[in-house]
């Protein structure tokens, strides 16, 4: 304006001055003067064409009807009009918006008429006033991705409380008015929120395309404040509507029994995998934590009969011959194997610590003390087998520590021929078919008789009186006895090695020094007359076995009282047979004896647990010096060691 | 078990839909169920369409001005649609479906097309191209459901002779950058635009049909 003013001044004075004189020529200036000073005044009051104005949106509530609304912008200190115009995709013509009263000041309502949906509006907004127009950035719109609806209309809460059913507030509004929702034009989704009054988060719940909702979880005494809003199908969401507040009644009960029943279940399934899991596994777990107690197994103990309450028959079965002992019992007290010859001899006890001035008649052992249980349950068993058949019953059994297969009906042969004397070391302690102890047989003629010096059973008979504790004192020792051998010959080798390695492994398990084998025993009958046995007394760390000879039954000194020559004790293995049989030679080193002994008593006394090795040292220096006439003969007689553990 | 228990409790309101093995050939679900189906098939398809062309116009378009070629550039406009709410409720339901059935038709070429398109594009997102396909499959499905409806509702019509033919292959697979992505810009839009349109169709014949106007 003021270039256009000076332009305009400069033709002007141009031609005032030239064709005027003086006169002229002030007017012209007072007008010029006019003009500018009109302009300026002008200038100063900031007049000036609008600026641009900027479409801010375009909503519609409805999909049906829409409004755009823009803003401003400078006015240019004039009053300014707003038009706004568009044009629609496909069409040429232009047109004005048809309503800007409608939506308020600075906006263009586009009636049903006047919308047209999935076509492209063109719309723009002009700005003008005395100074100049500018307009709009054109806005490309369709309708269907501008809808934004009001908010829910009519919301309603009420809490109810049916009977028998849980309480819970009732939530219920309406779509905004102008929406057609009946006719499928329009899908609404609602959502809802609430909150107590005091708390600062709102509970959103989104509840679809139903207009009601139910509330269940309320707090009682307190006041909750609700509020919903809605969204097209495919469209914004809408504010959130009016608040309304309820107030929760103090009666309004909580259970909510849904957490109890998950509770429930989820306990009766651990309870489940639990009881299968010990089902599974239970065995192993108890057997980890509770270690099974060793059932008592007493040779001869039948539990049927204990639970028949047939005294008499248990306590016959257990190698009593009757209850309360009588003087028959004396023959069960024998302490070990006897082999006779004639019925005269009897075999001295292994170890006469217990038994001062004893050396063969059998004692009643003291039933506390462990010392050579081990040997003599050994010893026993097979004697008590051997017994003669009229004494006992045939068919007893002892309920074993290893699960074999008894047997208890077969009469063991307790007569294996001395030349074939079936040894194997394992399998069970227990006597079965299987496994019997047997002893080192004397090559004596004439008949034998197997006493089984059954200690224990000599207390049975004995402690008429407390049956029950006897059994109990001898389970308890047999228990452990039998625990002992049967574990030390529960890997079972065959071959001589394997069972001096048992022995020496009995040894250092018994707490006395002998030991008896377990030898299985394979016996046919070979020879007429029964053979006779020795008892193995001992295996040094070289591997003999040094035996003993069978002794008289009156008790004599062994190592004095003897007559050599009558004494013929196998004492040499010469070789196995059948792979289970010791064929032994007899061997007389009766006369070495006496060399023999000194080493022997000088060994100490004490019976300890590594007396084992001391005397198997004693023995082999004892054998080393007591070389007899075969030469080479490593073995001796173990009742010259008798004395030495006097 | 305890997934029995599960839905005894939490799940109440189970309503199952009758299935139709396919093959049987008595079979008929009601049409309530198809109405159901088809209105899912098509809202699905719609956000997918929707979400495909936003997320490109964000990537691609921004400043380029597409908007404004875009006019009057959809092959289906040649239609005669329902454009508001009045034109939609006296048109009769069966030509209503006709249309629906055009629109459906004129799209398996274009859809294929921009599969495989978007498939060769390196530039192009994992996501537009899983969307791409899977709005391929539904509407696929979308169709088989619609000409069940049409065997219910207006069995014995003869198939459709209108179909509108997408010649703007080329324009896709164009050399220069900016008329390549226009092309997949107008794609999009029109997509975007009918899948609205069918989507709208379908829900005014459920409330039509099914529920007598009274959704």
């Not at chain 1, 002229?24 to 609008?50: D, R, W, Y």
């Not at chain 1, 308020?104 to 492209?120: A, D, E, L, R």
């Not at chain 1, 049989?581 to 007389?588: F, G, M, R, S, Y």
Request: hydrophobic share 35%.
């Amino acid at each position: 304006m003021a270039d256009f003013a000076r332009r305009q001044k400069k033709p002007l004075i141009h031609c005032l001055s030239q064709e005027k004189g003086a006169n002229m020529k002030g007017n012209v200036v007072s007008t010029t003067a006019l003009v500018l000073l009109f302009l300026n005044i002008s200038l100063l009051n900031g007049q000036s064409p609008p600026g641009k104005p900027e479409i801010v949106k375009c909503r519609s509530p409805d999909k049906e009807t829409f409004t755009c609304w823009w803003k401003p912008g400078t006015d240019g200190g004039l009053p300014t009009n707003y038009s706004l115009t568009y044009q629609r995709e496909g069409e040429k013509t232009r047109y004005e918006c048809p309503d800007y009263i409608t939506s308020g000041p600075n906006s263009c309502f586009f009636s049903q008429k006047h919308t047209t949906i999935w076509k492209i509006y063109i719309i723009t907004v002009n700005a003008t006033n005395r100074m100049g127009s500018s307009a709009s950035d054109p806005l490309y719109i369709d309708v269907i991705y501008i809808v934004e609806p009001e908010p829910p209309q009519n919301l309603t809460l009420e809490v109810k409380q049916p009977k028998d059913k849980k309480p819970y507030l009732l939530i219920k509004w309406f779509p905004p008015t102008v929406i057609d929702v009946r006719t499928g034009w329009f899908t609404m989704e609602y959502e809802v929120r609430l909150k107590p009054t005091e708390a600062d988060e709102w509970e959103v719940h989104f509840a679809g395309q139903q207009t009601h909702f139910k509330v269940f979880s309320l707090y009682p005494g307190h006041r909750y404040l609700v509020q919903t809003r809605c969204k097209p199908d495919h469209g914004y969401w809408s504010k959130w509507g009016l608040e309304s507040s309820i107030e929760i009644p103090s009666d309004f009960p909580t259970k909510d029994t849904t957490v109890w029943i998950f509770v429930a279940v989820l306990s009766a399934v651990i309870c489940l995998v639990m009881v299968l899991a010990v089902a599974l596994k239970g065995y192993s777990m108890m057997t980890c934590i509770f270690p099974p107690v060793p059932g008592p197994k007493i040779k001869g103990f039948d539990a049927h009969l204990l639970e028949k309450g047939k005294s008499e028959e248990l306590l016959s079965a257990l190698g009593c011959q009757d209850f309360p002992p009588t003087s028959d019992c004396e023959d069960l007290l024998v302490d070990f194997l006897e082999v006779y010859d004639n019925e005269d001899e009897q075999l001295m006890p292994p170890h006469s610590k217990d038994y001062p001035g004893q050396g063969v008649k059998p004692t009643h052992l003291d039933p506390d003390s462990d010392s050579g249980h081990g040997s003599y349950d050994s010893h026993s068993l097979l004697s008590e087998k051997c017994e003669d058949p009229h004494a006992y019953p045939s068919t007893f059994h002892i309920p074993e520590v290893n699960e074999k297969p008894e047997n208890p009906e077969e009469n063991i042969p307790c007569i294996p021929d001395p030349q074939s004397i079936s040894k194997e070391g394992n399998g069970p302690y227990f006597p079965t078919d299987e496994s019997k102890s047997s002893t080192w047989p004397l090559p004596q003629p004439g008949q034998h008789i197997f006493r089984s010096p059954y200690h224990s059973i000599a207390d049975v008979c004995k402690l008429a009186g407390d049956p029950a504790g006897a059994l109990a004192s001898l389970l308890d020792k047999a228990e452990k006895d039998i625990l002992k051998s049967s574990k030390t010959f529960e890997t079972g080798g065959e071959g001589k090695v394997d069972e001096q390695k048992e022995m020496e492994d009995a040894h250092s398990e018994t707490k006395q020094d002998a030991s008896w084998p377990l030898l299985r025993e394979k016996a046919p009958l070979i020879h007429g007359k029964p053979p006779d046995y020795v008892a193995v007394h001992k295996v040094n760390q070289d591997g003999v076995l040094s035996l003993y000879p069978k002794q008289n039954e009156n008790g004599h000194q062994p190592e004095k009282s003897r007559a050599p020559e009558g004494n013929k004790e196998y004492a040499k293995v010469s070789g196995v047979m059948e792979s289970n049989i010791l064929v032994l030679v007899p061997h007389a080193q009766a006369t070495n004896m006496a060399l023999c002994e000194e080493p022997a008593k000088k060994a100490p006394p004490s019976l300890e647990q590594n007396q084992s090795e001391k005397d198997r040292a004693s023995l082999t220096a004892a054998s080393s010096n007591c070389r007899g006439p075969l030469g080479g003969l490593d073995y001796l007689d173990p009742t010259g060691f008798v004395h030495s553990f006097h | 078990m305890l997934l029995v228990v599960w839905n005894l409790l939490f799940c109440q309101n189970v309503h199952s839909l009758p299935i139709c093995p396919s093959g049987a050939a008595n079979c008929q679900v009601s049409l309530r169920d198809l109405f159901d189906r088809v209105v899912m098939l098509s809202h699905y398809i719609h956000s997918l369409s929707s979400e495909m062309f936003i997320d490109f116009d964000k990537r691609y378009a921004q400043g380029r001005g597409f908007i404004a070629k875009a006019i009057n550039s959809c092959h289906t406009s040649s239609l005669a649609t329902p454009e508001d709410k009045e034109q939609a409720q006296q048109i009769p339901p069966e030509i209503l479906l006709k249309l629906i059935l055009s629109m459906l038709y004129a799209w398996n070429d274009p859809l294929y097309q921009l599969v495989t398109e978007v498939g060769g594009m390196q530039e192009a997102p994992d996501a537009m191209l899983s969307r791409a396909k899977e709005i391929e499959i539904q509407n696929r499905r979308l169709l088989e459901g619609i000409e069940k409806i049409v065997g219910q509702v207006h069995p014995g019509v003869k198939e459709n002779d209108v179909f509108s033919v997408w010649s703007q292959l080329p324009s896709l697979q164009a050399a220069d950058e900016d008329s390549r992505l226009f092309a997949f810009y107008n794609l999009l839009h029109c997509l975007r635009r009918d899948s609205h349109k069918v989507d709208n169709y379908l829900k005014l014949l459920k409330c039509r049909i099914i529920y007598d106007n009274n959704c």
